[in-house]
């Protein structure tokens, strides 16, 4: 069934006195939030009361939420300085459970909750569940991964919070995800893009997607392009919506997009965002591309001011055609030390992305950039699979492609590429986050 044709559901909002409030009352809200966070930051937290110390900033300074700007920043570097536990704002014993980044070596970035702050994850993913038309009645196959990283036990607490039935698949054993998905009769599947394309190519080889039931995907912790978005609906008749969030902020559901797909609402009644200039740290006019930067409004166990995330969008706040009058953030094109800067060139793993599947045919939206450097000269490689028939027919067809895949790249890019057309299933497929871009540069 093709999609939008099997529409049943009708787009629900969770908390319409909070999404769609107007402006003057998300800001009274936000300012009373912020408030009372620095507040309980500057007397309880250290590390905070000697940066606004330094700063000459006292917390009856800040009136409201436009003063926002004489906040110091937070980086990820703070949080590790600080790590395990050092930044808490609350007595160890309501402490209720610890989450964090999904990396394999070094520390980790590792968070605290109390139990509100678990109730407004589950409250925050279960609003983005909603934003997909999911409900009490829906069964959502969660396959991203459980453990530290909060893919899994975010989009759980959605579904709980909604009233849906969840499915704690994590991620791996493709078989056996296709089997419950269908013996589940699952109605919606939450992983990352990479991993949901690598289980629709399984699904579509092994001829299950038409006896499947799932109608929605909801796919982010790490950046995709609407070209990928496109892909994956279109092989498994299904409507993607994009999930964002990070460890340090709550996890999943700080952001979402509808089923209108204008943007990721942001949940700003309690992650306030900006978007600043990465260079100056000046203010972006709506619409303009830099940092997102968070304060987490209501965190009680490890609260952030003014986070530095890396993450790079941009920030609209009129109306979306649901109704919903938070603030939308475009879709992600990457984060600052993704971007790869080629011969004085900047260049992002989305880009190739975006070309690749613009080009359509015998080009799959697997690719890898490696990045290294000759005689001083940075050289990138892309490698990408294409067609098994390429590699079966005369070599002068593989020839055109690859000359082909070159100037599309080039053109996209604004630098030389060199291309590696490699033989499907070549380049590792990721359960979770997909490594796109390997950098021997030594930068
Ligand atoms: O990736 C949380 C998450 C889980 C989000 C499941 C969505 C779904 P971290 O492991 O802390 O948390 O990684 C956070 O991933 O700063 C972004 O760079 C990237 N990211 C997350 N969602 C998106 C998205 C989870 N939708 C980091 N688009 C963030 C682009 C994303 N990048």
Redesign the pocket.
């Given at each position: 069934m093709a999609k939008n044709e099997s529409k049943p559901w009708v787009e629900t909002i969770l908390d319409p006195k909070v999404e769609c409030a107007s402006r003057d009352e998300m800001s009274a809200l936000q300012s009373e939030r912020l408030k009372d966070v620095v507040r309980r930051v500057y007397e309880r937290v250290p590390f905070y009361q000697k940066k606004m110390k330094e700063m000459g900033v006292e917390p009856g300074d800040i009136r409201g939420i436009e003063d926002i700007g004489k906040l110091p920043f937070t980086t990820k570097e703070d949080v590790r300085a600080n790590y395990p536990f050092q930044l808490l704002a609350v007595p160890n014993a309501d402490v209720v459970r610890v989450q964090g980044?999904?990396g394999t070596t070094g520390k980790l970035v590792v968070m605290p909750y109390s139990q509100k702050d678990v109730d407004v994850w589950g409250e925050c993913c279960g609003r983005g569940l909603t934003m997909a038309g999911l409900g009490r009645e829906d069964r959502i196959h969660v396959c991203?991964g459980y453990g530290l990283?909060?893919?899994g036990m975010?989009?759980d607490y959605g579904a709980t919070h909604i009233g849906a039935m969840a499915i704690p698949m994590s991620s791996g054993n493709t078989k056996r995800q296709m089997m419950c998905m269908e013996d589940f009769e699952a109605t919606a599947i939450a992983c990352t893009p990479s991993y949901a394309l690598h289980l629709a190519e399984a699904m579509a080889e092994a001829g299950v997607v038409d006896r499947l039931k799932i109608r929605a995907g909801i796919h982010?912790?790490?950046?995709?392009t609407e070209e990928m978005r496109k892909k994956i609906e279109s092989i498994l008749h299904i409507d993607c919506f994009?999930?964002?969030?990070?460890?340090?902020i709550t996890?999943?559901g700080v952001a979402m997009d509808c089923i209108h797909h204008k943007g990721l609402h942001v949940y700003e009644d309690y992650f306030y965002p900006e978007v600043l200039n990465p260079a100056t740290d000046a203010p972006c006019a709506e619409g303009e591309t830099g940092e997102l930067v968070f304060t987490t409004l209501a965190k009680e166990a490890l609260p952030l001011l003014r986070y530095r995330?890396?993450?790079l969008t941009d920030i609209t706040r009129d109306k979306c055609d649901c109704g919903r009058t938070l603030a939308r953030f475009n879709k992600?094109t990457g984060?600052t030390d993704d971007m790869k800067v080629i011969r004085g060139v900047n260049v992002f793993p989305t880009q190739v992305e975006t070309a690749l599947l613009s080009m359509g045919g015998g080009v799959a939206p697997h690719y890898l950039l490696i990045v290294d450097r000759e005689d001083n000269l940075d050289v990138l490689t892309v490698l990408v699979e294409v067609d098994e028939r390429y590699f079966s027919d005369e070599i002068r067809k593989l020839d055109e492609l690859r000359a082909k895949v070159a100037r599309v790249l080039h053109d996209a890019l604004g630098v030389s590429v060199n291309v590696k057309l490699v033989e499907p299933k070549t380049i590792d497929r990721s359960e979770g986050?997909a490594k796109r871009v390997i950098d021997n540069r030594n930068l």
């Open positions: 980044t999904s991203y990283f909060t893919g975010g989009l982010g912790a790490e950046p995709w994009d999930i964002y969030g990070l460890c340090e996890g999943p995330t890396k993450d992600f984060r986050k």
